[in-house]
């Protein structure tokens, strides 16, 4: 069993900056590849990013790309969302989630390839 736990989240001004964290239990953490999704009021959960087992590769929505960066500390058990410029089109529940059973090559956008998720943490960006 996976527990995920997200932190970091809050309100912010349009501009700034949150960095958001997901603290993960279970033994192999380091064979888990992790993404982050998002999801505002009336709307579907959607993919925000992710990473690799190693922390090598990453890949984002184009409505980030540039604006966040995910990063993961493998003997932390963490990974990481850093949100700048942020915007209130970002305000939304941020949720982190893991994928056990992937290669070491898994990286993926689909909502439907993640094993586990966190309860989700809420960024709310003012304008």
């Known amino acids: 069993q996976v527990q995920l736990v997200e932190s970091g989240g809050g309100l912010v001004q349009a501009g700034g900056s949150l960095r958001l964290s997901c603290a993960a239990s279970?033994?192999?953490?380091?064979?888990?590849?992790m993404g982050w999704f998002r999801q505002a009021p009336e709307k579907e959960r959607e993919f925000v990013a992710a990473i690799r087992w190693s922390g090598g590769s990453t890949t984002y929505a184009d409505s980030v790309k540039g604006r966040f960066t995910i990063s993961r500390d493998n003997a932390q058990k963490t990974v990481y969302l850093q949100m700048n410029s942020l915007q209130p089109e970002d305000t939304a529940v941020y949720y982190c989630?893991?994928?056990?059973?992937?290669?070491?090559?898994?990286?993926?956008?689909?909502?439907?390839?993640?094993?586990?998720w966190g309860q989700g943490t809420q960024v709310t960006v003012s304008s």
């Open positions: 989630a893991a994928n056990m059973y992937g290669s070491s090559s898994f990286l993926s956008a689909k909502i439907g390839m993640y094993d586990y």
């Open positions: 279970g033994r192999t953490f380091s064979r888990y590849a």
